[in-house]
């Protein structure tokens, strides 16, 4: 007399094998996910900045220089406030600069910022670090000092 005994299921070994190959994948992703991230942030800010070149430029001629302690009633005057991007904060940095500085609910550990610096040729946009590098802002700090 023969059995015949089937099993319904997977083994204890073929699950653990599926939850190894599951954590070797997901090792090779969440680093690449991450520089999306980052990349995504940073693209988030230079538009927030762009958008507000054009009426800080109106501003600038009518007004004359920006103000550090203005800072929050110019961007009020042209449409803009402070906190308009939930990644960082916004602020007039310096006599001619329109500045966005990265909080803590971007994926940067440090504060990093993006600047757009009012020069008689135009608007020319300078980051912190190098890694905040894009095609349209490729100069960083301590290239230009």
Known sequence: ??????????????????????????????????????????????????????????????????????????LNQIGSHGKANPLGTLQFGGED???????SQSQFSESPTIKYIRTPTGWKCRVSHSDLKTKGCSETEEETN
């Open 1 to 74: 007399m023969t059995l015949n005994h089937f099993s319904n299921g997977f083994s204890l070994i073929e699950l653990m094998i599926v939850v190894a190959i599951i954590g070797v994948l997901s090792a090779i992703a969440i680093p690449g996910y991450s520089g999306y991230i980052k990349k995504s942030e940073i693209t988030s800010a230079l538009a927030t900045l762009k958008a507000l070149v054009a009426p800080a430029e109106g501003w600038h001629l009518e007004n004359g220089k920006f103000s550090v302690s203005d800072s929050e009633s110019i």
């Open 97 to 103: 600069t329109l500045q966005f500085t990265f909080g």
